[in-house]
């Protein structure tokens, strides 16, 4: 007959060995192939477009508006001209200007043939030489004021809302209207001075609107500020973005998304870190004869993107981790691979199609 102290060493018995049978058995696990990329550090801003070069038109002079030669949103050439000033009076200057030129050269002409003649002395030729230099110089004065009331476009640009009218009085520093070169946009951004170094000019970057969606506009850093802001800690960074179309303005907000220092790294699930502490760690699986075991391993982690994350020791491409049923193995433990994922396949996808 067995006691009551044997009966319960029996039982315990029994327990001990189906736990130590069920730990044995080997756990069904899904894997993943930890894969090489291409991949860089994401920098995101946001920044301001500007036109390549910008000119606030105005007059030189005080006068009244005789005539409008532009539209609104009309483009320009160089040297074209968008506004005409009252000009009667130097219309007048320079008939008469150019009616004393032409006259102190008839002089000029006869004297240099008196003087062939010796009736005419050099001295007196040298003051028709001085009077044809005085008509002359007249004559060009009268030519710049004349210029001074015609408004020419300073480059090739695209003009905005006009702002004066036919008779309106101008005076120097009033604006007429607005000019802007916008066959390249400049792009101004600022990211912090921790983030100086990963940026030089010839970089490519990627800017988007919500003007136009989810449309991507392709530029390249032009040049860095020359000094940090003292208070936000952050440096002020101009791309350049080609508008050919004219579909970007001035003053637009830009999301900007510039990739720097590209690699080649290896990528796993985030699903497969195990985290302790302040360490992580990942389940190898290793070939042992017939069998997989699980093989714990310490990783250091880079770059994260969705769904993804960077390992920058501690595993090469080629490795299979586990990425679900990681929580349950020990070091060690015999396991069963019951789906292998494939870079970028769901893992929802493969679990419900899995018997």
Same mark, same amino acid.
């Given at each position: 007959?067995l006691?009551?102290?044997?009966v319960?060493?029996a039982?315990m018995?029994?327990?001990?060995s189906l736990?130590?049978?069920a730990?044995?058995?080997p756990?069904p696990?899904?894997?993943?192939?930890?894969e090489?990329?291409q991949?860089?550090n994401?920098?995101e801003a946001?920044g301001t477009l500007?036109?390549?070069?910008?000119?606030?038109i105005?007059a030189?002079?005080?006068a009244?508006?005789s005539?409008?030669r532009?539209?609104?949103?009309?483009?320009?050439k160089?040297?074209?001209?968008l506004?005409?000033?009252?000009?009667?009076?130097?219309?007048a200057?320079?008939?008469?200007?150019e009616?004393?030129?032409?006259?102190a050269?008839?002089?000029l002409?006869?004297a240099?043939?008196?003087?062939e003649s010796r009736?005419?002395?050099r001295?007196?030729?040298?003051?028709r030489?001085r009077?044809?230099?005085i008509a002359?110089?007249?004559?060009q004065?009268?030519?710049?004021?004349?210029? @001074? =009331?015609l408004i020419?476009?300073?480059?090739d640009?695209?003009v &905005? +809302?006009r !702002?004066?009218s036919?008779?309106?009085? /101008?005076a120097?520093g009033?604006?007429v209207?607005t000019?802007?070169?916008?066959s390249?946009?400049k792009?101004d951004?600022s990211?912090?001075?921790t983030?100086?170094?990963?940026?030089?000019p010839?970089?490519e970057l990627v800017?988007?609107?919500r003007a136009?969606?989810?449309?991507?506009?392709?530029?390249?850093v032009a040049?860095?500020d020359n000094?940090?802001d003292?208070v936000?800690r952050?440096i002020r960074?101009?791309a350049?973005?080609d508008?050919a179309d004219?579909r970007l303005?001035p003053?637009?907000?830009?999301t900007?998304?510039?990739?720097s220092?590209?690699?080649?790294?290896?990528?796993?699930?985030e699903?497969?870190?195990l985290?302790?502490?302040?360490?992580?760690?990942v389940m190898v699986?290793?070939?042992?004869e @017939? =069998?997989f075991?699980?093989?714990r391993q310490?990783v250091?982690? &880079? +770059?994260? !993107?969705?769904?993804?994350v960077e390992? /920058?020791?501690?595993?090469e491409?080629?490795?299979?981790?586990v990425?679900h049923?990681?929580f349950r193995l020990?070091?060690g433990?015999?396991i069963?691979i019951?789906a292998e994922?494939?870079p970028g396949?769901s893992p929802?996808?493969?679990?419900?199609?899995?018997?």
């Amino acid at each position: 007959m067995l006691n009551r102290r044997q009966v319960l060493l029996a039982l315990m018995a029994s327990v001990w060995s189906l736990t130590s049978l069920a730990q044995q058995a080997p756990l069904p696990v899904i894997a993943v192939v930890a894969e090489s990329r291409q991949i860089a550090n994401p920098i995101e801003a946001l920044g301001t477009l500007n036109a390549n070069e910008t000119a606030v038109i105005s007059a030189n002079i005080t006068a009244t508006i005789s005539r409008v030669r532009f539209d609104d949103g009309q483009r320009v050439k160089a040297g074209d001209v968008l506004v005409e000033l009252t000009n009667s009076e130097q219309l007048a200057q320079l008939q008469e200007a150019e009616v004393s030129l032409a006259d102190a050269q008839r002089q000029l002409a006869r004297a240099q043939q008196l003087v062939e003649s010796r009736v005419l002395s050099r001295q007196e030729l040298d003051d028709r030489r001085r009077a044809v230099d005085i008509a002359r110089a007249q004559l060009q004065a009268v030519q710049a004021r004349l210029a @001074d =009331r015609l408004i020419r476009a300073p480059f090739d640009s695209v003009v &905005g +809302l006009r !702002q004066v009218s036919v008779g309106t009085l /101008v005076a120097p520093g009033m604006p007429v209207a607005t000019l802007h070169d916008d066959s390249v946009m400049k792009l101004d951004f600022s990211i912090p001075e921790t983030l100086m170094a990963q940026i030089a000019p010839g970089q490519e970057l990627v800017a988007t609107s919500r003007a136009y969606g989810a449309e991507r506009f392709r530029g390249e850093v032009a040049s860095l500020d020359n000094e940090v802001d003292p208070v936000t800690r952050s440096i002020r960074v101009r791309a350049l973005i080609d508008n050919a179309d004219g579909r970007l303005k001035p003053g637009m907000l830009m999301t900007v998304d510039l990739r720097s220092e590209p690699r080649q790294a290896v990528m796993i699930p985030e699903e497969a870190l195990l985290p302790l502490g302040r360490d992580q760690f990942v389940m190898v699986v290793e070939a042992a004869e @017939d =069998r997989f075991i699980a093989r714990r391993q310490q990783v250091q982690t &880079g +770059l994260r !993107q969705p769904g993804l994350v960077e390992v /920058v020791a501690g595993l090469e491409a080629g490795d299979r981790v586990v990425t679900h049923g990681n929580f349950r193995l020990q070091p060690g433990q015999t396991i069963t691979i019951k789906a292998e994922l494939e870079p970028g396949e769901s893992p929802r996808a493969v679990i419900s199609a899995t018997p």
